[in-house]
Structures are given as structure tokens and as C-alpha cells.
């Protein structure tokens, strides 16, 4: 597999040591002096930016989180004035409030070279024809995966929003080599294509590049196979760049983070301590480029640990784990906390693969209720109504079993169950 | 090659470097680039070991070299071509260029002497012209690459530049610039180049680095630092 960038991707561990205390150098001395926020901050733990004079001292910093950022809305965390930003994405606001993240021209240079990365590490070449099917509009996906797919020469196919049908059919007639888009949305093109009757055989697509949103092993083997691909996932949030943070390689055992511009840590969620390396814990970035929306130790809610390895690749980074996990999925379910992923492994036993599902979340009487909607495919309702209701019992007892409460189970036909872009699987009603 | 971590460094009794970072690899053209008193040439002072207050760490090749004398880190391989000359006046041309070859000077290396000599009236024919004429009788330009020339005696590996540019015609700029340029083509020298020349700096250089009051608050490969709005107007006047 290529590797975009050798000088850095490949760089000995004590160089990028060295340009990781540079680049951090200079960043803490622009927030000091241009982000208010930070400045306030710094004078008030007596933290003096100037006196930084190791990685280390990176850690007497107190974490970014999200609330600091909706406060700071719209532009108070911008570290440069407006007439020097080119470009404004904005988080969905699926969590609350969105947040608006600005780029510098070179914000949007170094962007299109890490997506570039990830392309490349997952197998894209100038040759390839690479279908984007991230929305492109204030999400970064598909303007970041854009950028970095001209920049390697790709043939590029900007079909964004398209409908699903019409994905199906550019990906056959334009003979798409590469397809990158949302784990979730790359299930729905295989259903598209079962139901139009066109075999992989057919197609062209040898890469996908899936990623926005947590996606399991199994899930990879059968995407995998139903589109006879090579899968590779990738990783990013919006607050720090968008995709871009982190890729995996041909290795697929795990994503290597780009430490030249993110330094990376993980921490303990609840008391914030910091986690030694393979420990499991929640994501903390610091970006050590950016100049339009710099960020320091910045919370990203997604668990995961860290692996200082080598890799057949070569590739000197750090990688991180999948991420399964992010703490904003969480549900507090009657006290006890939920992640859908658990529901994922559950559903995946029982039914033999992974169903497209939705957690809807209500209450009544002051106590939480769960209905999970599941899809089943077709054919299943044509049998006997018995079927049916076993495969419903079957699946509320396993989470009888391992959850210890009983939900309400329903069985629905494919794609009732609304898939959205980025894949959130539950619709909690408890509070509105 | 050189490494330099977390260096301060004083200028009398005014922390003039603060917490300064930076790194320049083999054969490449770094500049360093601010206004007057933001710590430029305390920083090429430092490195060369002509800053006795310091602290952080250098290393060149790998060696620590931070706290050893001027005469140890030219020997090492490192030569500094100092802003406004610093030429033996009442000396030839001659003279001050056999002063630059004084860690290796010895009778036995005659013959190494005026082969870097031809070496050097190869590389800035004019010098030749004047071997026997008084340092301080030159134009300014021919002081200059003089000056730099008494640097490329003691065989550097990486050569320090403090505004070369200073004072001179634009033609002999550009003249003493590409004659640089094509050391570093056919030599593999390093060169770490102060200026207040901006746009001169950032014609040549590979990467570059901003020093405001003491600290570096932006670094960058050439395009990255021509992108940056806030450089091209403080440094260059434009947008």
C-alpha cells in the first residue's frame, strides 16, 4: 500500500518527538495570546506557555470539553480573525447546540493531506474512481474526503446525498474502484444491490473506506464479503479536523493516529486521570497545527487505548483501537448505562448478522421504556406468524439475559427502520 | 542535524529566547525570521556558543553541544557568518581568509589551504581580484562574501547566516543568494539563514520558522508560511 507522506508517516519516533514539542510550543504561545478563553485559563492555573519545555508539560493543562465550546459559540474559540478563515464546517448538534470549527488556508491544506493518508493506507491510487457518499455540505466528510482524493489524482465522484438507488447506479456505470462512506450507508448499498439483483461480480469496487461512525469486526467480514472488498476503517471528529485523525493501514490492526499534528492521550472518564498505554479510556486530543481552532487536550467522548507497536507498515504513529464506544451514545437507562453496541453483539448472535436497528427510548410512569426495532429481512413474513414471535421472544430473552431488563421487541421490514448518515441508533423520547 | 530543545537564552540580563524549538535537517535551508529584538541573532549566538547564559539543549549530529566554547562547535562542523561582517579590517583578504582555516591550520596542511583558497576565488571570482587588498578598503558586498567565505574556510557543515542582506544592493543580494543556493546543490551544505529580508528568505528557504519576542509561534515548510496571512502582513507588508 502507498503511504502518502513517508518524511512524516514514517519518521523515527525521537524526530517526531522533537517536531511534536515544536509544533506544541508554538501553539500553546498562539492560544495564549489570541483565544480568550485559553488565556483566562492559563493566567488563572498559572500556567506560563513560555516555559513549556516538554511534551509533559502538556498535562498540567485542564481538558477541553464540548461545553466549553457551546459556550464559546460562535467564534470565540477562533484563534485567528475571520478574514484570515476560508472555510466553516460545523458539527451536526445531534448532542445539543452545533459548533462552528473554521479553517486557514493552510487548516485546509494539512486537512487534505491527512485525508489523502487515509486514502492512501487504504489502498487509493490515482487510478482509482472513488465515490464519496459522505453528505457534502457543513459535515466534514465529504468536502475533507473530497480534498484529499483530488490531491492523490483520483478520479473523484462527489455523489454526496444521492439517493441510494442512484449511488447504486453510478457505482455500476462510472465503475467505482473505491467507495468511502458511512459503515451504515455501505449496508444500505448492499440491500440496494441484493434487491436489484447485481452481484459484486458486476461491480468494479475493490477499497471501502468506511468511517463517521463505530463499526464491529463482524461487521467488516460481511460488508466485506457481500461487496467482495478490501474494508479499512478511519476516524475523525469535526471539533478537531474531521476525518483525517486516524487510519488504518493494510495491517487493519488498528488506526494509526497522525502525531504530527495530533498528540494524543487517553484518560479515565469519570476521574480524569491519565491512562498508560493499551488501557481503555477516553480520547484526548491536542491539535499542534491548526491555526483557525486550535484545541487543547480536547475530550472527544470516544473510548478507545493507545499502542506504541511496530507496524508491518512501517508507519511510525501510534494507533489507537476501533473505536465501539463513544460516551454521548451512552443511554442511562434506569440507572444502568447502555451502549448500543451492546445491543449490536446481541442481535448479531441471534439473528447471524448484523441488523440494521434502532433504539427508541421513552418513558412512562417515571420509568424508562426501550423498544428495539429491528429489521429482518423479507422473506420472514411470509412464513408462519410463529417465526416471528419466536425470533422476538428469542432475542428479548438474550438481553434479558446479559442486561438484566426486558424491552419491547419489534420485528420490522427492511428500511422502515430510518438510517441516518451517522448512524445513531437511538431516539431517546424521555425528555421532550 | 541540529536539534534544539527548550533553549533560553539571555542578552545581559533580558531573557531574549524563551522556550525556543526548532530543528534543521542535512542539506536543507532553514530561515529564521522576525523583526528587530526578537531574538534572532541571540538564538545564532547561542548555537554557536557566544551566549554564556543558557539553558535547554542543542545538539548537532546527535552531540550535545549546548555550554562548549565557539572554538570546539566550529571544529564540530559548525560556522557562523555574523550580522555586520566582523572582518579583520587592516588585514588582506588574503589574511582573513586564512584565519577562517584555523581549526585545521598547520604547516603540514598547505596544500589543503590553498586549495580551499582557489576553492573559494572559484566560487567569488572577485575575491580573487583583490587577494592583497585591505579588508576594510572593499565595497560592501565584497565584504560580504568575504565574510562568508572566511565561514566556508573552517569547513562547515552547517553554516549560520545573521543578515546577510543587510545594507547591500539588491543585485548583490540575489548575486551572494544563489551562489548559497548552488553550495547547498553541490555540496550538501546545511544553512540556517536569520533575515529581515522576508521575501528574500522565503525564496530560498526549504521550511522557516517565526520568532516573535523570544518565542516561535509559527513554523512551516515555504508555501505553508507564504499561505499564512498573519506572516505575509507583518513581515511583508501584504495579504
Same mark, same amino acid.
Given at each position: 500500500m502507498p503511504v502518502w507522506n513517508e518524511k512524516y508517516e514514517k519518521m523515527e519516533r525521537d524526530e517526531l518527538a522533537q517536531v511534536q514539542l515544536e509544533r506544541l510550543q508554538q501553539t500553546l504561545i498562539r492560544v495564549y495570546r489570541r483565544v480568550s478563553y485559553y488565556h483566562n485559563l492559563f493566567n488563572k492555573i498559572e500556567f506560563d506557555p513560555h516555559e513549556v519545555s516538554t511534551l509533559d508539560d502538556l498535562k498540567k493543562i485542564p481538558y477541553t470539553t464540548k461545553d466549553t465550546l457551546r459556550l464559546a459559540y460562535p467564534y470565540d474559540m477562533f484563534a485567528v480573525p475571520l478574514r484570515e478563515v476560508v472555510r466553516m464546517q460545523s458539527t451536526s448538534g445531534t448532542t445539543g447546540q452545533p459548533l462552528i470549527v473554521g479553517y486557514t488556508k493552510n487548516d485546509i491544506e494539512h486537512w487534505t493531506d491527512l485525508t489523502a493518508r487515509v486514502l492512501s493506507a487504504g489502498g487509493v491510487t490515482k487510478d482509482d474512481i472513488v465515490q464519496i457518499c459522505f453528505? &457534502?455540505?457543513?459535515?466534514?466528510?465529504g468536502l475533507g474526503f473530497h480534498y484529499g482524493a483530488e490531491r492523490i489524482g483520483g478520479s473523484v465522484i462527489p455523489s454526496s446525498e444521492s439517493d441510494i438507488e442512484n449511488q447504486v447506479i453510478i457505482m455500476k456505470d462510472y465503475r467505482t474502484s473505491a467507495l468511502v462512506c458511512a459503515p451504515t450507508y455501505a449496508a444500505l448499498i448492499c440491500d440496494e444491490l441484493e434487491e436489484k439483483g447485481i452481484s459484486p461480480a458486476e461491480l468494479s469496487v475493490s477499497r471501502g473506506l468506511f468511517g463517521a461512525e463505530p463499526w464491529s469486526e463482524a461487521f467488516r467480514g460481511e460488508i466485506e464479503e457481500s461487496l467482495s472488498i478490501s474494508a479499512t476503517d478511519n476516524y475523525g471528529i469535526t471539533e478537531i479536523i474531521g476525518p483525517g485523525i486516524s487510519f488504518e493501514c493494510e495491517q487493519k490492526s488498528g488506526l494509526h493516529i497522525s502525531e504530527d499534528h495530533f498528540i494524543p492521550e487517553i484518560i479515565d472518564p469519570d476521574m480524569g486521570d491519565i491512562l498508560g498505554p493499551g488501557e481503555k479510556g477516553e480520547l484526548v486530543l491536542t491539535t499542534i497545527t491548526k491555526e483557525a481552532y486550535p484545541l487543547i487536550r &480536547?475530550?472527544?467522548g470516544d473510548l478507545t487505548s493507545l499502542r506504541v507497536e511496530e507496524c508491518g507498515c512501517g508507519r511510525s504513529f501510534v494507533k489507537m483501537d476501533r473505536v465501539f464506544e463513544r460516551i454521548d451514545d451512552m443511554i442511562i437507562f434506569n440507572g444502568q448505562n447502555i451502549f448500543p453496541s451492546q445491543f449490536e453483539q446481541i442481535l448479531r448472535e441471534v439473528i447471524g448478522k448484523t441488523p440494521n436497528f434502532q433504539l427508541v427510548v421513552s418513558k412512562e410512569n417515571n420509568l424508562d421504556k426501550m423498544e428495539i426495532q429491528v429489521e429482518v429481512s423479507g422473506d420472514i413474513f411470509f412464513d408462519e406468524m410463529g417465526k416471528l414471535t419466536d425470533l422476538e421472544h428469542h432475542i428479548m430473552n438474550e438481553i434479558e439475559n446479559r442486561l438484566d431488563f426486558l424491552p419491547k421487541v419489534k420485528l420490522v421490514e427492511p428500511r422502515t427502520v430510518e438510517r441516518s448518515m451517522k448512524g445513531r441508533r437511538v431516539i431517546d423520547r424521555r425528555y421532550t | 542535524m541540529l536539534k534544539i530543545r527548550s533553549l533560553r537564552s539571555y542578552y545581559e540580563s533580558m531573557c531574549a529566547v524563551k522556550s525556543v524549538s526548532l530543528h534543521i535537517g542535512k542539506g536543507e535551508i532553514v530561515t529564521l525570521i522576525g523583526a528587530n529584538g526578537s531574538g534572532k541573532s541571540t538564538l545564532l549566538n547561542s548555537i554557536i556558543g557566544l551566549v554564556a547564559k543558557t539553558s535547554g539543549s542543542i545538539l548537532f549530529e546527535d552531540k550535545e553541544i549546548h555550554a562548549l566554547s565557539p572554538s570546539v562547535i566550529v571544529k564540530m562542523g559548525i560556522a557562523l557568518v555574523p550580522e555586520g561582517r566582523q572582518l579583520f579590517s587592516p588585514m588582506t583578504v588574503y589574511d582573513n581568509l586564512v584565519l577562517g582555516s584555523y581549526p585545521y591550520y598547520s604547516i603540514k596542511n598547505r596544500q589543503l589551504l590553498s586549495r580551499k583558497i582557489e576553492w573559494i576565488f572559484e566560487l567569488f571570482p572577485v575575491l580573487g581580484e583583490r587577494k592583497n587588498q585591505l579588508a576594510g578598503t572593499l565595497s560592501g558586498g565584497e565584504q560580504q562574501m568575504l565574510s562568508i567565505s572566511r565561514a566556508l574556510m573552517s569547513d562547515p557543515k552547517l553554516l549560520l547566516l545573521d543578515e546577510p542582506s543587510v545594507g547591500l544592493a539588491p543585485k548583490i543580494i540575489a548575486n551572494i543568494f544563489k551562489t548559497l543556493v548552488d553550495l547547498r546543490q553541490d555540496t550538501g551544505l546545511t544553512i540556517f539563514l536569520v533575515e529581515q529580508n522576508v521575501g528574500l528568505a522565503l525564496e530560498v528557504c526549504d521550511r522557516g520558522y517565526v520568532i516573535e519576542t523570544g518565542q516561535i509561534i509559527h513554523s512551516g515548510e515555504r508555501e505553508e508560511l507564504t499561505n499564512n496571512k498573519e506572516v505575509l502582513r507583518a513581515y511583508l507588508g501584504r495579504e
Open positions: 453528505p &457534502y455540505g457543513l459535515f466534514t466528510g &480536547y475530550r472527544t | -
